[in-house]
């Protein structure tokens, strides 16, 4: 069943799959973006709440009236009709408006991380995908070498020279060759699985398109250089730094808060025994005794030194990773290169030699199969050296923050 399951995408397919079309896929059908999205719609509705100026207030009085005396009724009462308006003051509502924008911001910078994510897995798959096909290409090359040699097997045995033993040696050479194709071929399968996964979408595709000759060659990176990227690039500095900022618009708001809102009142009253009317103004203004947002205050200041500390370590961490990541890098490109110029033309040249003088009877069968498993295993080692290379390059690319 499981096979089947690994097996299934590849039947279905219908075009090919460009690694640019399906990381905008798998962003697009993201739930986690979809609900970040939302998150910005619910604080945009919060800012213009912010915005809103205070509802007016209406009060109504009635009053000298169902007492004793000249007081019993109502002859002698009297009534008003009172607005009044708070009156912000301090620029509450812009600074609570700047504080809104930067969360905004904060959780834009959340999207970006988490499209950066979905993009770094995405390449990771393709990357895997890549090197998968580099490894099918050797195995392929592997089995068509079998095969060559299992046929001069059989030619030398019709001519008395071989023995049945290594007739059997060079046929259990070629099928395990077969089987390990097989095995490879499971391998993709399930990548391919793993890789519409992250689409979020059963879509069709009957190949995959990707560049599988990534530059693993490239001029030596200038550590500086592509540190100063990472800088001004890392989705997780930037957020910091935004995150500082809001708490420094909170600090001016606090402050402001110190100042009390004036309340202004205008009213209307009705004396019933004259049967008069008059205007009545007043104002109120709350008296900041007990509390002077103080401790408020403190509280963001440690809240930011806080953050600064953070970000510190943060950028700490990153460049010890960098630095790490860059070493690699360039260590893995001489290997790379020793591999590429030098060794695996050796091991070609020597395999190309012991197949011919195996022929003419200058080789025994086993120089040709050790040769041969050198060959091959040289080739395997490259294959993964470059592997290594290519998700090394794309962690340094993530640590700057892809381009997208």
């Known amino acids: 069943m499981k096979i089947l399951i690994f097996i299934l995408p590849i039947c279905l397919f ?48 009635l009053s000298d009236f169902l007492g004793t005396g000249d007081y019993f009724g109502f002859d002698n009462s009297s009534q008003s009709l009172t607005l009044s308006q708070e009156i912000v003051i301090g620029s509450k509502r812009s600074k609570a408006t700047k504080i809104n924008d930067e969360e905004i911001n904060i959780i834009k910078m959340k999207i970006k991380k988490q499209e ?63 089987i390990e194709i097989k095995k490879e071929e499971f391998q993709k399968n399930k990548l391919i699985s793993l ?49 500082i900022k809001a708490n420094e618009y909170k600090i001016s708001l ?20 004259a049967n008069d009317y008059a205007f009545t103004v007043g104002f109120s203004l709350p008296l900041p005794v007990w509390n002077f947002n103080t401790h ?15 970000s510190k370590n943060i950028k700490l961490e990153i460049k010890n990773v960098f630095i790490q990541k860059i070493n ?38 086993l120089e040709l199969l050790e040769t041969q498993k050198t060959f091959i295993e040289i080739n395997k080692q490259y294959i993964e050296i470059y592997k290594e290379y290519s998700l090394l390059k794309l962690d340094i690319e993530y640590l700057k923050g892809f381009k997208l």
């Open 195 to 243: 890789l519409l996964l992250q689409l979020g979408e059963n879509l069709q595709f009957d190949s995959v398109k990707f560049n599988n000759n990534i530059d693993i060659l490239s001029d030596k990176l200038n550590e500086d250089k592509e540190w100063d990227s990472v800088l001004k690039d890392n989705i997780d500095i930037k957020m910091k730094k935004s995150s």
């Open 14 to 61: 219908a075009k090919q799959l460009e690694i640019e079309f399906a990381i905008k896929t798998a962003i697009k059908n993201n739930p986690k973006i979809k609900g970040l999205k939302k998150h910005i719609v619910n604080k945009k509705e919060a800012i213009l709440a912010e915005n809103a100026y205070p509802n007016p207030e209406i009060e109504f009085e």
């Open 254 to 273: 606090e402050k402001s808060n110190r100042i009390p809102n004036l309340t202004v009142k205008l009213g209307l009253s009705r004396f019933q025994t």
């Open 296 to 310: 408020s205050i403190k509280s963001l200041h440690y809240k930011i030194e806080e953050e600064k500390l953070e």
């Open 116 to 178: 950066i994510n979905i993009a770094y897995k995405i390449k990771k798959l393709f990357i895997e995908l890549a090197i998968s096909d580099k490894l099918q290409a050797l195995l392929q090359k592997n089995k068509n070498i079998s095969l060559e040699i299992l046929n001069t097997v059989k030619n030398k045995m019709q001519e008395g020279v071989n023995t049945k033993f290594e007739i059997l040696k060079a046929s259990s050479q070629y099928n395990q060759g077969l």
């Open 328 to 365: 690699q890098l360039n260590s893995l490109k001489e290997e790379l290169l020793q591999l590429k110029n030098k060794i695996i033309p050796m091991a070609k040249e020597s395999l190309d030699l012991v197949k011919l003088g195996y022929k003419v009877g200058e080789f025994r069968y």
